[in-house]
């Protein structure tokens, strides 16, 4: 009996240490991917989206890395710049959200092989006089919080308003009450286009390409090959390209 009685204890115990354990992260069968659905068209939120009420590019490539792995995808929103915490906490086991492969960034994460090209632009009313970046000094300048684009007018020495969301930076625009809104190309193309009065101005000489990637938990090598595998497969087929024109032509 008191054999009996000691296993029983031992058992209960290994339970309760496997339920603990199981509570804290993903299960075997699921990937949780973090992402700020404040970027279109990259990630926004609608009524039906690809996985429940979240669409865009990223959703779709983070869909097809599912059914690629055969694995549930869950999504949690949140602000930008507690991504990469969430990450390293394992709230969520990787990132996509337009994401850019920064040397600094890849300290704390390991990223996916790039999957979209893109630069920052600015974004500014038709009758602006901004023709170029050095163009902004002394202009009142937004950018959205924790994105690049906050990181390229700090690089230039620019005084900013950093807001959460790029709704609030385009109505902070139309509304007079700043000059320029600096940001990604592809978002930038989504706002001019539901937005005629406003335009975008390149300048490729201040502004670097920049390469989107997915971000996974250092050493998550298991995941991190499961997303490559998948982004690889949509890059040479083309997937994304398609997806790229579609998101960004929908209204």
């Known amino acids: 009996m008191k054999k009996l009685s000691a296993a029983l204890l031992t058992m209960a115990a290994a339970a309760v240490v496997l339920t603990g354990c199981g509570s804290k992260g993903s299960g075997a069968n699921e990937i949780k991917f973090g992402t700020n659905a404040e970027f279109p068209p990259f990630e926004f939120v609608t009524a039906s989206g690809v996985i429940g009420e979240y669409d865009g590019i990223d959703m779709a490539i ?11 995808i869950k999504i949690e929103n949140m602000e930008f710049d507690s ?102 190309s592809a978002t930038a193309q989504k706002y001019v286009k539901d937005n005629p009065n406003l335009k975008i101005v ?7 390409v920049e390469e989107y990637g997915i ?9 991190l090959d499961q997303i490559n595998k998948s982004i690889e497969k949509m890059l040479s087929d083309g997937t994304i390209s398609e997806w790229s024109v579609k998101y960004s032509e929908a209204e």
């Open 83 to 184: 991504l990469l915490i969430a990450l390293e906490n394992g709230q969520i086991d990787a990132v996509i959200s337009g994401m850019t492969i920064t040397e600094e960034r890849a300290k704390s994460v390991d990223f996916s092989v790039p999957y979209y090209e893109a630069t920052q632009v600015m974004i500014v009313d038709g009758n602006s006089d901004i023709q170029k970046a050095s163009d902004m000094e002394g202009k009142r300048i937004v950018v959205i919080q924790g994105y690049t684009g906050e990181l390229c007018v700090q690089d230039l020495g620019y005084d900013y308003e950093a807001f959460k969301k790029g709704t609030e930076a385009i109505l902070e625009l139309n509304n007079g009450k700043c000059d320029v809104v600096v940001l990604d």
């Open 215 to 223: 971000a996974v938990k250092k050493g998550n090598t298991e995941l």
């Open 62 to 72: 983070a869909k097809q890395i599912g059914d690629d792995s055969g694995k549930e």
């Open 202 to 208: 390149e300048d490729k000489d201040a502004f670097e």
